[in-house]
Every structure is written in structure tokens, then in C-alpha cells.
């Protein structure tokens, strides 16, 4: 069964700095798909970044973007320019590529980020 | 919608009570899921609909849970003869069939589960 560890329980950042969140993940597949959500104190899950395992290139959103090493089985999510809003819990999610396996995400334990001004 | 609708937000429940938590999914996904989150287990998988397929149950904790989708569209999840484990937020997230966007998963705001 794939595994996904978040070890930062929590997270402090100063506003406008840049700061990065472990993930790692076990898994014997080769297809598979990774994402971080953002979850804030309204409970509503956001999509962060998603990476799909056969790209190379690491995927970026604005602020937000990834070191994907797929070796290591690491996907850190790193932010840049931190604002108040992004205080939150962040979640590190894998899904397999295998049809089978019916397309649901594992989750890590999350990090609670807080963002200080 | 414009989103994954769930109610109630909150529901606070006596022990050994049945209790029905609803979604709303995004227009036109096709595939529905959901998750338990709690303080002990963290985000966990429940069960899967995809369109007319058997649903994927092997989330399920225990034969108290169950769940369905009518019509291809709302999802009732229904935990019966409550127990104060069984408190969380119960998160509701639908996804398309194809597009760019057909991986992702949409989520709700959940619904807040107290068992007295």
C-alpha cells in the first residue's frame, strides 16, 4: 500500500519570506500523481499544485511550486513571497495512475503552516 | 453549483442514533468520493462511485457505513447506531471523467460529525 509522510508537524514563516514543506511517499508504481491541498480553518480543501510522476519538469502555480524528486520519492512544496493567506494546514496527497485502484488520494498528516507579519 | 455542496455543515448526534450525510457534487462529475477526517486517523478514504460502476467500498470502517449516489449525482452517506468514534468532519470530493482536469479532486466543506 503506498504510504505518505508529511514529518513538520507544523511550520512557522515570516510574511513575504519563502518557505518549504517536506513530503515524502512509498510506492512501487511508476504512474502515479501527486498534489498539495491547502486546508484553511473554513475546512474546504483547495488544490495547491499537482504533479504527474511522468513529468520531469516541476510544476509551478505563481508563488507556489515543487521539488519533485521521483528517485528520492520526495515532493516538497516551496512558497514564495508568504502572505497572511496562506496560513493554513497543507496536506501532501498521492493517486494512482493504476484504473484499478479507483483513483483515491492518500493523505498525508499535513503541516499547519502559520504565517507571522 | 458552483462547487461540492455538503449538508449539514454540523451535525451533533446522540449515541446509537442514525445519522445522513449529504452531497452535491459538481455538475456534470462523474466520480464522487468520500473521506473521514479525524483527529486520531487523519484524512482517510471511505468509498468511490464512478458513474454506473460498482462503487469502491474498501474504505468503509465497518458495516454501519454505507452509501449511495442516485441518479449519478447526490451521495448519502449513512452511519447507523452511532459511536462517538465515528465523530469527524466527513469530506465530499467529485472529480470529471476527462480534460486537463479529470486527476483532480474537488472538494466541500465537509460536515462536521459530534456523537454524544
Known amino acids: 500500500a503506498q504510504t505518505v509522510t508529511q514529518s513538520q508537524p507544523e511550520m512557522s514563516v515570516q510574511e513575504a519570506e519563502t518557505v518549504t514543506l517536506s513530503c515524502t511517499y512509498d510506492?512501487?508504481?511508476?504512474?502515479?500523481?501527486l498534489f498539495w491541498y491547502k486546508q484553511p480553518p473554513s475546512r474546504q480543501m483547495i488544490l495547491v499544485i499537482r504533479q504527474e510522476a511522468y513529468k520531469q519538469q516541476n510544476a509551478t502555480e505563481n508563488r507556489f511550486s515543487v521539488n519533485f524528486q521521483k528517485a528520492a520519492k520526495s515532493f516538497s512544496l516551496k512558497i514564495s513571497d508568504s502572505q497572511l493567506g496562506d496560513a493554513a494546514m497543507y496536506f501532501c496527497a498521492y493517486r494512482s495512475g493504476v484504473k484499478e485502484y479507483g483513483n483515491k488520494l492518500v493523505f498525508g498528516a499535513g503541516t499547519i503552516l502559520r504565517v507571522k507579519s | 453549483g458552483a462547487g461540492v455542496s455538503q449538508s449539514p455543515s454540523n451535525k451533533v448526534t446522540e449515541k446509537g442514533k442514525d445519522v445522513e450525510l449529504r452531497c452535491d457534487p459538481i455538475?456534470?462529475?462523474?466520480?464522487l468520493y468520500w473521506y473521514r477526517q479525524s483527529l486520531g486517523q487523519g484524512l482517510e478514504f471511505l468509498i468511490y462511485f464512478q458513474g454506473n460502476s460498482a462503487p469502491d467500498k474498501s474504505g468503509l470502517p465497518s458495516d454501519r457505513f454505507s452509501a449511495e449516489r442516485t441518479g449519478g449525482s447526490v451521495s448519502t452517506l449513512t452511519i447507523q447506531r452511532t459511536q462517538q468514534e465515528d465523530s469527524a468532519v466527513y469530506l465530499c470530493?467529485?472529480?470529471?471523467?476527462?480534460?486537463?482536469?479529470?486527476?483532480?479532486?474537488?472538494f466541500g466543506a465537509g460536515t462536521r460529525l459530534s456523537v454524544l
Open positions: 470530493a467529485s472529480s470529471p471523467v476527462g480534460g486537463w482536469t479529470k486527476n483532480i479532486q474537488y
Open positions: 455538475s456534470g462529475h462523474t466520480a
Open positions: 510506492t512501487s508504481e511508476s504512474d502515479y500523481y
